[in-house]
């Protein structure tokens, strides 16, 4: 069985270039291939910020949120979020793109039979609480979601079952529920958990399904791939908190979780919550112990002491690598093939 996973973004110079580094280092450690979501959607949500812009019943203002700014945007006076359509967000149609190099490059044998093209999207939190002033998040979130769930439903439609993986990028929800970001959600735990069990719904049991866990990787602060978290994250408590908790309200599998191992956490504190964890057998958890500073001898500590509470898993990197300097990625995926579990 594979046992590496990709986050999502990949910072390469397309499609074809994530899939044909991917498996020529990963081989057969990977069974799920994003497209890296380059180009424009390499920082994830910030590729929203434009296509809001673009709308002609929508006014921008500025908030920073303490780890990102971003742009922000009310209704026109006179309209409502009951009638409002927003604009084409993108994930349908870069998916479908990337889909088809998938396919080609499959067909040319460069990608494996039986490996799925893996979709990460953000969620409507994600859409919602960066870019709508406050005053209209409540209001605008049904409209958001009406829109993202017909991307959703197009990536469905367009691509078999059989091929597909969808993966929801919880980044945001990670910082409500550490009470890091504001939030127009009440009460915070219940209402995230909620709005993830939606959203798992959305996906056909035919279609492997996970969730990433996210603490964040948006800002270089060294110039040497450094990312950082808007907040350390003391312990795995949250994380297995919130994993039951969708396990138990979505009414179907979450096929896996990943979650983040900060790069000075081999401290048994940090992973002794993992054995709390009450998933379901077929459910897989990625640990993102993967780092490129400390390397392969790094990533076995961290591993040595996370199979004291958690027998099996797979690896990962905290994050995607789409803030990586490009030369790193290579390095993180060597380094992932070599510690599979």
């Known amino acids: 069985m594979a046992e590496a996973h990709l986050n999502g973004s990949l910072n390469l110079p397309s499609a074809e270039a994530v899939f044909r580094t991917v498996t020529a280092i990963s081989g057969d450690t990977v069974a799920k291939l994003p497209d890296g979501e380059t180009g424009e959607r390499i920082g994830w949500i910030e590729a929203l910020g434009p296509k809001l812009r673009a709308s002609d019943d929508l006014v921008e203002e500025t908030q920073s949120t303490g780890y990102k700014s971003t742009p922000v945007f009310r209704l026109k006076p006179g309209l409502s979020y009951d009638d409002f359509e927003f604009p084409d967000l993108g994930y349908a149609s870069n998916a479908l793109a990337s889909y088809g190099t998938f396919c080609r490059l499959r067909e040319e044998g460069a990608i494996a039979p039986g490996v799925r093209f893996q979709v990460s999207?953000?969620?409507?939190?994600?859409?919602?609480?960066?870019?709508?002033?406050?005053?209209?998040?409540?209001?605008?979130?049904?409209a958001?979601?009406?829109?993202?769930?017909l991307e959703v439903d197009q990536i469905l439609e367009a691509i078999p079952s059989g091929d597909l993986a969808l993966q929801?990028?919880?980044?945001?929800?990670?910082?409500?529920?550490?009470?890091?970001?504001?939030?127009?959600?009440?009460p915070r735990f219940e209402g995230v958990?909620?709005?993830?069990?939606?959203?798992?719904?959305?996906?056909?049991?035919?279609?492997p399904l996970g969730c990433h866990?996210?603490?964040?990787?948006a800002q270089e602060v060294t110039g040497q791939g450094e990312g950082r978290h808007w907040k350390e994250p003391p312990d795995a408590a949250l994380m297995v908190k919130l994993a039951n908790?969708?396990?138990l309200g979505a009414g179907r599998r979450s096929d896996w979780f990943s979650m983040p191992v900060p790069i000075k956490r081999h401290d048994e504190q940090y992973f002794e919550p993992l054995a709390d964890l009450a998933l379901?057998?077929?459910?897989?958890?990625?640990?993102?112990l993967v780092h490129h500073q400390d390397g392969v001898d790094g990533a076995q500590r961290r591993i040595d002491v996370a199979k004291r509470y958690l027998i099996d898993f797979g690896v990962a990197t905290e994050c995607g690598m789409g803030r990586k300097p490009p030369e790193l990625v290579p390095t993180l995926l060597a380094i992932q093939r070599q510690v599979i579990v």
């Open 280 to 288: 379901d057998a077929g459910t897989r958890v990625y640990l993102g």
């Open 121 to 142: 999207l953000p969620t409507v939190v994600a859409g919602v609480g960066p870019f709508i002033t406050p005053a209209e998040m409540v209001a605008a979130e049904p």
């Open 168 to 186: 929801w990028d919880l980044a945001i929800e990670m910082g409500v529920l550490e009470g890091v970001f504001p939030t127009y959600i009440q």
């Open 193 to 207: 958990v909620t709005r993830v069990c939606e959203l798992v719904r959305w996906v056909p049991e035919a279609v």
């Open 213 to 217: 866990l996210c603490y964040g990787d």
């Open 245 to 247: 908790a969708i396990m």
């Open 144 to 149: 958001y979601a009406r829109r993202l769930r």
